[in-house]
């Protein structure tokens, strides 16, 4: 069984940096995509980013606006959200998730597989 572990959340200044890591055991990293959700209180689970598994290629939420960057390490096992120019609107808990397959990313029901993901606070 795959699990996913989130580190790297905290809290941060408006017009900050954080790095997200999201560390994965039980299952070969190589054969998942990887993804990156966001949800804040009273609001929908929200795409951030993702990694297909069969060419490295990066998407991204629309609201990412150049100011976040997904990249994975198969070597660690390890997915990175790097995340800059950081706004109070960016406050949420993080998620990873990784799905076996490579449709629909953006969709959190792709997924088989979650971390309990991490907080993010960006003060004004």
């Known amino acids: 069984q795959v699990q996913l572990v989130e580190s790297g959340g905290g809290l941060v200044q408006a017009g900050g940096s954080l790095r997200l890591s999201c560390a994965a055991s039980g299952g070969t990293f190589s054969s998942l995509s990887m993804g990156w959700f966001r949800q804040a209180p009273g609001k929908e689970r929200e795409f951030v980013a993702a990694?297909?598994?069969?060419?490295?290629?990066?998407i991204y939420g629309e609201f990412m606006k150049g100011r976040f960057t997904m990249s994975g390490d198969g070597a660690k096992n390890t997915a990175y959200l790097q995340m800059s120019s950081l706004r109070p609107e960016d406050t949420a808990v993080y998620y990873c998730?990784?799905?076996?397959?490579?449709?629909?990313?953006?969709?959190?029901?792709?997924?088989?597989?979650w971390g309990r993901g991490t907080q993010v606070t960006v003060s004004s």
């Open positions: 990694i297909y598994k069969n060419d490295g290629r990066t």
């Open positions: 998730a990784g799905s076996r397959g490579s449709e629909l990313l953006r969709r959190p029901h792709n997924y088989e597989y």
